[in-house]
C-alpha cells in the first residue's frame, strides 16, 4: 500500500490558501462494507476537512491506497470508480442544476 499523506497534505494546502471549494463538485467512494455508493459535493461536505477528505476517499484505489474512515458516517470509503465507473448520471444532472 502506497501513503495517502502526501495527497491530503497538498489538498490541505491548497484550500487553506484558496479557501473553500465554492463551485458545483461531485465526487463519489463506495461504503466497503455495504457496497453503498456515496456522493459528495459541495451541499455535503462543507468544510476545508470534509472537503479533502471526500477527495482522498474517492482516490482510494484498493490495493494501493488506505481506505478512509468517517467517524460522522462510521463509514470506511473507497474509491467510487470501484462500483460505478463513470458516473455520468450525477454529471448531467449536476448540469441541469
Given at each position: 500500500m502506497?501513503?495517502?499523506?502526501?495527497?491530503?497534505?497538498?489538498?490541505t494546502?491548497?484550500?487553506?490558501?484558496?479557501?473553500?471549494?465554492?463551485?458545483?463538485?461531485?465526487?463519489?467512494?463506495?461504503?466497503?462494507?455495504?457496497?453503498?455508493?456515496?456522493?459528495?459535493?459541495?451541499?455535503?461536505?462543507?468544510?476545508?476537512?470534509?472537503?479533502?477528505?471526500?477527495?482522498?476517499?474517492?482516490?482510494?484505489?484498493?490495493?494501493?491506497?488506505?481506505?478512509?474512515?468517517?467517524?460522522?458516517?462510521?463509514?470506511?470509503?473507497?474509491?467510487?470508480?470501484?462500483?460505478?465507473?463513470?458516473?455520468?448520471?450525477?454529471?448531467?444532472?449536476?448540469?441541469?442544476?
Amino acid at each position: 500500500m502506497l501513503d495517502d499523506g502526501p495527497l491530503t497534505s497538498y489538498l490541505t494546502k491548497i484550500i487553506n490558501e484558496k479557501g473553500p471549494i465554492k463551485r458545483k463538485f461531485m465526487v463519489s467512494a463506495v461504503d466497503v462494507n455495504t457496497g453503498t455508493y456515496v456522493l459528495f459535493d459541495e451541499k455535503n461536505v462543507t468544510t476545508y476537512d470534509q472537503q479533502v477528505k471526500a477527495v482522498v476517499s474517492s482516490s482510494s484505489i484498493p490495493f494501493v491506497f488506505p481506505n478512509q474512515q468517517w467517524s460522522n458516517l462510521h463509514d470506511v470509503l473507497m474509491d467510487g470508480g470501484t462500483v460505478y465507473n463513470t458516473n455520468l448520471v450525477s454529471a448531467v444532472q449536476r448540469c441541469r442544476e
